[in-house]
């Protein structure tokens, strides 16, 4: 990995932000309880520390850790900013990742606005400024969330920041989240890549009722769609993507009647990089989502959810670019 520019042995950066020599990937002296997917037990020097997030850098991956945390009941979006400030730019590809139960999801990200480590209910002003990396893909995922041959780029100076999201309903309780983020060969890289949302959060789903609502946004730039998938909640029950022609007529580009697991786990439409999906600019897309809500309360975003995500390329810069809205309808089944 010389040719990435990576020191040839693991940096390790602890709470202070110094390198310093690694101690074995998560292993704590203080441990309290180790399996393979979840240890609860604080890392911080001294038994009274409170844990903050931690991350190693090696050649070939990035460890990374949230720390001992509280979550506590209902839906929990917490932000981690790790200690792992990068001198050099670098690619990655994918993640992994693991969570105690009621996760939802661990999602990587870099920012430029450099802070202290700590972490904090997320705020949606300090994430507009976050890029993401990865969705932390797990033992559990059916489908691979990533693209053969593509990397995103990460800039010298970012900072490797986390969100962590549970839905809990047992009550509050200490958990650790844990990702890997995978630093590919130069040699195994052909191209670079960013991502295209079509996110619609203006809906309103009233209890006991079951709703389609429909989303029509135009794409602002020519896309070469590598993967995409689409995002629902658990009560989610149908999820469509469509092309229109114009002149009446709709192309379906992704639907599934939709299953709780695929909150965590969606179904993907891989096209990877020699046959991708071509969506010129001024293409419009109608995503379609229905919900049935047994619930004795409304949701709303960022309870339930409809959004498609794609990973496109070539994309030198990494950007998250956004469908642009047209119009939305909602109808009660």
Not at 139 to 152: I, N, R, W, Y
Not at 284 to 292: K, V
Request: contains cysteine.
């Amino acid at each position: 990995m010389a040719g990435a520019g990576l020191v040839p042995r693991p940096r390790s950066v602890g709470h202070s932000g110094r390198l310093s020599t690694p101690r074995a990937p998560w292993l704590c002296a203080s441990a309290l309880c180790v399996t393979s997917a979840l240890c609860v037990a604080s890392c911080a020097p001294g038994a009274d520390a409170p844990a903050l997030p931690s991350g190693t850098l090696f050649d070939d991956r990035i460890e990374l850790s949230t720390g001992a945390f509280e979550v506590g009941t209902g839906d929990v979006f917490e932000c981690f900013y790790t200690p792992l400030v990068l001198d050099r730019d670098l690619l990655v590809t994918y993640g992994t990742g693991t969570q105690a139960e009621g996760g939802h999801h661990i999602t990587v990200y870099y920012t430029t606005n450099v802070r202290d480590p700590e972490h904090h209910p997320c705020q949606e002003s300090e994430m507009a400024t976050w890029r993401q990396l990865t969705a932390a893909e797990s033992s559990a995922s059916t489908e691979p969330l990533h693209v053969d041959g593509l990397a995103l780029r990460v800039p010298a100076g970012a900072q490797i920041v986390l969100q962590s999201h549970y839905i809990n309903v047992s009550g509050p309780r200490i958990v650790e989240d844990r990702a890997e983020v995978y630093i590919p060969r130069p040699e195994d890289v052909r191209e670079m890549g960013g991502s295209f949302v079509v996110d619609d959060e203006g809906l309103d789903i009233p209890a006991h009722s079951r709703v389609r609502r429909t989303y029509v946004c135009t794409v602002g730039t020519d896309l070469q769609v590598a993967m995409l998938l689409g995002h629902m909640h658990e009560w989610g029950a149908n999820f469509r993507l469509e092309r229109l022609d114009g002149a009446g007529g709709a192309e379906t580009l992704y639907e599934h009647a939709w299953e709780a697991l695929y909150a965590s786990h969606p179904p993907t439409n891989a096209y990877g990089l020699d046959t991708p999906l071509l969506l010129p600019a001024g293409t419009q897309l109608r995503q379609t989502c229905e919900w049935n809500n047994n619930e004795d309360y409304p949701l709303a975003f960022p309870r339930e959810m409809c959004i498609t995500y794609m990973i496109t390329f070539p994309s030198a810069a990494g950007d998250m670019v956004f469908c642009d809205p047209v119009s939305s309808t909602d109808e009660t089944l």
